[in-house]
């Protein structure tokens, strides 16, 4: 799935993280459920504010932010490659983080 993908497009991260993404009951739009241990501790506050520089920077139009309760419908038809959805992922510890992303996987 998505996690094995990583690995073989980014060689560097193979065997380093694990995730897995699943469809949710809707037409379209899927949500990616990455988890991952650093190479160096950051609290979730800090990938989330780093996140959100990329998404308003390089990444923008690409990589979205959220920190809205959001629902799957509210990807429909959304053109960036994945929204980083800020009020899902958690920190087990600085080293221990699990990340989610939507993308409307039909655009």
Known sequence: GAAK???KVLPALNGKL????????TPDVSVVDLTVKLA???T??????AVKEES????????????DDVVSTDFI?????????????IALNEDFVK?????????
Request: aromatic share 12%; hydrophobic share 35%; glycine share 12%.
């Open 56 to 67: 308003e920077g390089n990444l923008k139009g690409i990589l979205g932010y959220t920190e």
């Open 5 to 7: 993908a990583v690995g």
């Open 99 to 107: 990340l989610v992303a939507w993308y409307d996987n039909e655009w």
């Open 40 to 42: 160096k501790s950051a």
């Open 77 to 89: 038809g959304d053109s960036r490659s994945s929204i980083f959805d800020a009020k899902a992922g």
């Open 18 to 25: 694990t995730g897995m993404s699943f469809r949710v009951p």
């Open 44 to 49: 979730y506050e800090e990938i989330k504010a």
